[in-house]
């Protein structure tokens, strides 16, 4: 099992930042690629972001490229999503995800693993 923990969350106005963080526990950490999502009031969970196991090789979602940026700190066990230039669309709970693959992937049913989500929300 891994367990997984969000944090950073909060309210922003637009054109600002917010760094989330998500430490995980229970296993190697850096046998996990890990991934973030969201999900919008109304809307279906979306792929935002996700990086390798080693934080060699990331992937993001077209709406948040050049914006947002992920990293990790396997000594830390601890995966980061900073954000910037935050719009209110961007508004949603955010999740952090642990997959077992040796890829990170942008699709949510590759990770086994789940947060409990913290909430950003964009004010404009």
């Known amino acids: 099992q891994v367990q997984l923990v969000e944090s950073g969350g909060g309210l922003v106005q637009a054109g600002g930042s917010l760094r989330l963080s998500c430490a995980a526990s229970g296993r190697t950490f850096s046998d996990y690629a890990m991934g973030w999502f969201r999900q919008a009031p109304g809307k279906e969970r979306e792929f935002v972001a996700a990086?390798?196991?080693?934080?060699?090789?990331?992937y993001y979602a077209d709406s948040v490229k050049g914006r947002f940026t992920s990293s990790r700190d396997n000594a830390k066990n601890t995966v980061y999503l900073q954000m910037n230039s935050l719009k209110p669309e961007a508004t949603a709970v955010y999740y952090c995800?642990?997959?077992?693959?040796?890829?990170?992937?942008?699709?949510?049913?590759?990770?086994?693993?789940w947060g409990q989500g913290t909430q950003v929300t964009v004010s404009s």
């Open positions: 990086i390798s196991r080693r934080g060699t090789t990331t």
């Open positions: 995800a642990a997959s077992p693959r040796i890829r990170a992937s942008r699709d949510s049913t590759a990770y086994n693993y």
